[in-house]
């Protein structure tokens, strides 16, 4: 899935070792506001402190966040998980920083690229093209 929307808040990293396999771990999470009529607000984690360096997201800045949503229970209460795994400044339109094995945004392929000739274009005569369109 993906949002466009204006970050508008950076809440403080955080970080510790995994009890289970003895690994530091480090997640970050942000709030964007996207645009509309009625404008919403969603946060989202970057999860790996190489993963938050490498979208270096700032505040005020709009960004496209492509992301996967979980859900987890702790304690008897359940909770939603949206994480970030790509981020796409909105400004330059190309893709600032894509992790391996993702397939960034890709925009819309130009006129001039199209699989097919135009549609008043005529066969050349003598061919023995004989399909009916």
């Known amino acids: 899935m993906e949002q466009t929307g204006k970050v508008i808040a950076i809440l403080p990293a955080r970080s510790g070792v995994s009890q289970r396999t003895g690994n ?3 997640t ?3 709030v964007i506001e996207v645009p509309g009529q009625y404008p919403r607000k969603m946060v989202f984690n970057v999860f790996g ?4 360096k490498l979208f270096n997201i700032q505040n005020g800045e709009d960004i496209t966040v492509s992301f996967d949503i979980d859900a987890r229970e702790y304690q008897g209460r359940w909770f939603n998980d949206i994480r970030a795994y790509n981020v796409v400044r909105a400004q330059a339109g190309i893709p600032q920083a894509t992790i391996p094995g993702t397939a960034p945004a890709a925009a819309a392929p130009a006129a001039e690229a199209a699989p097919f ?3 008043d274009s005529a066969p050349a005569e003598g061919s023995t093209d004989d399909l009916p369109f």
């Open 49 to 52: 402190e190489d993963r938050i």
């Open 117 to 119: 000739p135009p549609a």
């Open 24 to 26: 530091s771990w480090m």
């Open 28 to 30: 970050q999470e942000y």
